[in-house]
């Protein structure tokens, strides 16, 4: 499993560099990769180079990539949360690279939730 290196933070950083957050800044979508030991353990960093990779290879400038730590539903990682503009937020579980991409492309950029994937939208849990 692919570590994360210094590179990669600094291509994040300079992603986001002048969004203040998703309200108020230019960005149309926040993905947070849930990080914590449990989520790296499960695969988080096959998700965030999986994501960063979409980012670069696409060239896209409104959606701001960060992590965070554990979620608290350890048994369901690698997880991340889709925050479109305006819409629910959704948590996305038992992540792989193919899943993520197929997130990327239908829900980050389509605007297209995926429910097969998803464990809760907003507040409310789909399984």
Do not use: W
């Not at 960060?66 to 990682?77: D, P, Q, V």
């Not at 937020?89 to 829900?107: C, G, N, S």
């Amino acid at each position: 499993m692919a570590k994360l290196k210094v590179e990669d933070l600094k291509r994040i950083k300079e992603s986001v560099k002048g969004t203040v957050n998703l309200r108020d800044g230019a960005a149309r979508v926040k993905v947070t990769v849930h990080m914590g030991t449990c989520g790296i353990a499960a695969g988080a960093r096959t998700v965030m180079n999986t994501l960063l990779r979409e980012i670069e290879s696409r060239q896209v400038q409104d959606v701001i990539l960060t992590s965070s730590g554990c979620a608290g539903l350890c048994s369901h990682e690698p997880m991340i949360t889709v925050e479109v503009k305006e819409t629910a937020p959704v948590k996305y579980v038992k992540l792989d690279a193919d899943k993520t991409k197929r997130i990327f492309a239908e829900h980050i950029m389509g605007g297209k939730a995926i429910v097969e994937y998803a464990f809760s939208v907003g507040s409310e849990r789909t399984r």
